[in-house]
């Protein structure tokens, strides 16, 4: 079996799952082994709200090596994207979102995105280096 045909296997049995209060400790996992900052149980717990279900989604994969360059996290992207389109109860108009200065190639994903730089967040991260964020907004029809 040659290298492409094992990548699209490994592709196909990728599958976007809201998350739950079952996956929710593995969730946690990830953000701890991942992410230099730590998510309180505030944060938890709302990601958990039935309002919140559709655009809470495990975009991890662009942080993972094994998972790079294989469109995943454009694909949970563009998922979340469209459920933020036909939300109507509230309508969504904008998302933003923070992405630290240093971190230019996810700066770079979201742009490709349709996201555009709309100003910076000083001192928005308080236990990492650099501690600003630029914010992006992708405004939606």
Known sequence: MSN????T????RVSFASLTPNN???VRKLNSVL??????????QGVLLPQVEDFCKLIYYNDVPPY????????????????????????ISKIYLHVQV???GAKMFYE????KEVGVHENYYKKINPHDAW?????LS
């Open 102 to 104: 240093s971190n230019h």
């Open 112 to 115: 490709r995105h349709g996201f």
């Open 135 to 139: 914010i992006l907004e992708k405004t």
């Open 35 to 44: 992410f230099p900052i730590k998510y309180g149980e505030k944060f938890y």
């Open 9 to 12: 296997q490994k592709i196909s």
């Open 4 to 7: 492409s045909n094992l990548s």
């Open 68 to 91: 790079r360059s294989r469109s995943l996290g454009s694909q949970a992207l563009e998922l979340i994207l469209a459920s933020a389109v036909a939300q109507r109860k509230p309508k």
């Open 24 to 26: 929710l400790g593995t």
